[in-house]
């Protein structure tokens, strides 16, 4: 089972490596005033990928935040009306006797 899980892991190693391999040309790179010199192209593609991958999880860490609150304040209503109808059991019990 272990193998199967490992082959995945390889090929993906070997993509990574044949794209580094072909893409070392250097390109200049100016943002936000600061330049950046004879960097390798793969090292400019893997910054902007995993920027662009902390940008994406920023903004679901946010959602995920708000999710919670929405089902925190679901479940005190639930537990509220959980009570109410407990309350409303027991008056209809005590009006009976």
Not at 16 to 39: C, D, H, P, R, W
Not at 56 to 77: H, P, S, T, V, Y
């Amino acid at each position: 089972m272990k193998v199967l899980r490992v082959i995945p892991v390889i090929i993906i190693l070997i993509i990574l490596g044949l794209f580094v391999a072909y893409n070392t040309q250097g390109v200049n790179v100016s943002y936000l005033g600061i330049k950046f010199e004879n960097m390798p192209l793969w090292l400019v593609v893997f910054i902007s990928v995993f920027v662009g991958i902390f940008i994406g999880w920023l903004f679901m860490f946010i959602d995920e935040l708000a999710i919670k609150r929405k089902l925190k304040n679901a479940e005190k209503e639930i537990n509220g009306l959980k009570d109410e109808i407990a309350q409303l059991r027991q008056l209809t019990i005590t009006r009976e006797e």
